[in-house]
């Protein structure tokens, strides 16, 4: 099992980024995938997540700014970040969890928002 997270970098206070996440050695449609994010010295927390089926959840703090998407066919799940805030700087991993409660994880992308 191999998630590999991409799209990461340092952008301005009101940007944009969009990551992306390939999966591989697992059945990618079959999964919720969640995007969660650590910030130094912070908890993780879960931003975004999509079922198999397309439906979406999202983080109060992350509402209205981020959107999660993905592409079966592509074994990709990606998240489109806009107006980005300084509070979103972290590093932000893709995961998902099997019905045996096992957690996969990606290596992570450094997002900073900055001026």
């Known amino acids: 099992v191999q998630l590999v997270e991409s799209g990461g970098g340092l952008v301005q206070p009101g940007g944009s980024l969009r990551l992306s996440c390939a999966g591989s050695?697992?059945?990618?449609?079959?999964?919720?995938m969640n995007w969660v994010r650590q910030a130094p010295g912070k908890q993780r927390e879960l931003v975004a997540a999509?079922?198999?089926?397309?439906?979406?959840n999202y983080a109060d703090s992350v509402k209205g700014r981020f959107t999660v998407s993905r592409d079966n066919a592509k074994d990709t799940v990606y998240l489109q970040m806009n107006s980005l805030k300084p509070e979103d700087t972290a590093v932000y991993y893709c995961?998902?969890?099997?019905?045996?409660?096992?957690?996969?994880w990606g290596q992570g992308t450094q997002v900073t928002v900055s001026s």
């Open positions: 050695g697992f059945t990618f449609n079959y999964y919720t």
């Open positions: 999509i079922t198999s089926g397309g439906s979406t």
């Open positions: 995961n998902f969890k099997t019905m045996l409660l096992q957690n996969y």
